[in-house]
């Protein structure tokens, strides 16, 4: 468990800065603008990177370096073609790309039954009854996972101190011990109801705007574009969802927009009328998204209902001043203005709100992507979350000792 620091003063309230899900009313802020009427953003999705992919499966062919032998959906390295949503914009497509047709999210599968099933088509926590192969966690001890469930869905498991050293640098790992960010006024022992408010509230901002954020059209926030896109490891099977955390600029190939409430793809990335916005809503919308939206059809939560998606340790720019925390920032200068003086990126306190709900509340399983640079892209780090939940599907609470 996180270190406690030895006792002292109490640290000044922490100053949580725009350029994470929370932005200023300002008409153009930067990512360091200081947030006193903050509100949430939403993100772009992959989808239209898989246009075009038509559905034509006579032209499927058997040789290894093809999307009939070896499924679509993802990039592998050291193969001589790819099947992935991208594949068309890098030139490097196999000839029978077009046996892959595009699903919500940007991500491909395959369009003709006598395929052989993949993870890549079936989602990495799908069992399906028939198939000679499965990806669901337990495929291994059956022994029965498909080819390509190494690759795109076994993760390193985790534990929470593990996870802080990865993603919180030298300094800024002791900055975080001490000052403990977090966006307030949440009930934390409380049992939570995902039903009310409507969960339509944490996907209204305005389309437009959602959009330019996401699909880097907003010159003010850039996307950090040249990380490799990373929808397709761990991908849920079809219906189900993860919720999305991490750096905005991280963010844009999850994004989908969700004013109805219909998504087409796995992904929920969380974008607030700014009106509406308040911070108890920002950690529900983390909780919710940690137990898998129950009670909320729309929203069904995959095994793993939420991810958590931040940079490289190594790569990117050391950021000084106003410029820390945009997108060209290496990982320590990215969590804000000064860590040290504990001005912060909101995704800080939604980071230890996810911290303190799998120490204290939860019983929390996390594993690790073992993603590795692809075509000269740096990989992200990528989390996922999963609560225990008993033999009726409600989610195992830690015992509290006597007068907890």
């Keep these: 468990k996180p270190t406690t620091p030895p006792p002292g003063p109490p640290p000044p309230p922490a100053t949580l800065q725009g350029g994470g899900h929370l932005r200023s009313r300002t008409a153009n802020p930067g990512p360091n603008a200081r947030v006193t009427a903050p509100q949430l953003e939403r993100g772009p999705t992959a989808s239209s990177q898989g246009a075009g992919l038509a559905r034509n499966a006579t032209k499927a062919r058997t040789s290894r370096n093809t999307c009939a032998a070896s499924g679509c959906g993802s990039s592998v390295a050291g193969r001589d073609c790819q ?7 890098r030139g490097d497509c196999c000839a029978d790309i077009d046996v892959c047709e595009p699903v919500g999210g940007g991500a491909t599968t395959p369009s003709d039954a006598r395929i052989p099933p993949t993870c890549a088509a079936m989602g990495c926590d799908s069992f399906e009854q028939g198939q000679p192969c499965q990806c669901d966690a337990d495929c291994r001890r059956r022994g029965d996972c498909c080819p390509d469930f190494g690759h795109l869905c076994a993760g390193t498991p985790v534990d929470l101190e593990q996870l802080m050293h990865d993603i919180f640098p030298g300094d800024v790992y002791r900055a975080f011990l001490k000052f403990k960010p977090l966006i307030g006024g949440y ?3 409380g049992d939570v109801d995902c039903r009310h408010p409507n969960p339509h509230l944490f996907f209204a901002n305005i389309k437009a705007n959602a ?9 003010a926030f850039p996307m950090a574009a040249e990380y490799l896109n990373s929808t397709f490891w761990g991908r849920p099977r ?3 969802h993860q919720v999305v955390l991490g750096f905005v ?3 844009g190939p999850y994004y989908e927009w969700l004013g109805d409430l219909k998504p087409d793809g796995p992904y929920l990335v969380i974008t607030m009328d700014p009106r509406e916005y308040s911070e108890w809503l ?7 998204g940690l137990l898998g939206w129950p009670g909320v059809s729309a929203l069904t939560g995959a095994e793993f209902g939420l991810r958590l998606i931040v940079k490289d340790a190594e790569h990117g720019e050391v950021c000084v001043g106003a410029d820390a925390g945009r997108a060209k920032c290496n990982l320590a200068t990215s969590w804000g203005l000064c860590p040290e003086r504990n001005v912060w990126r909101p995704i800080a306190g939604e980071v230890h709100a996810l911290f303190k709900l799998c120490e204290e509340k939860y019983e929390c399983e996390i594993v690790k992507a073992g993603l590795t640079s692809t075509a000269g892209k740096p990989a992200p780090q990528l989390f996922l979350f999963k609560v225990s939940k008993d033999t009726s599907g409600k989610a195992i609470r830690r015992s509290r000792g006597p007068g907890a």
């Design 282 to 288: 920002n950690i529900k919308f983390v909780e919710c």
């Design 238 to 240: 079809k219906g189900h």
């Design 187 to 189: 009930d934390f022992a």
């Design 211 to 219: 959009d330019a954020l996401f699909h880097n059209q907003n010159p």
């Design 249 to 251: 600029d991280m963010q």
């Design 83 to 89: 099947c992935d949503a991208s594949c068309k914009g």
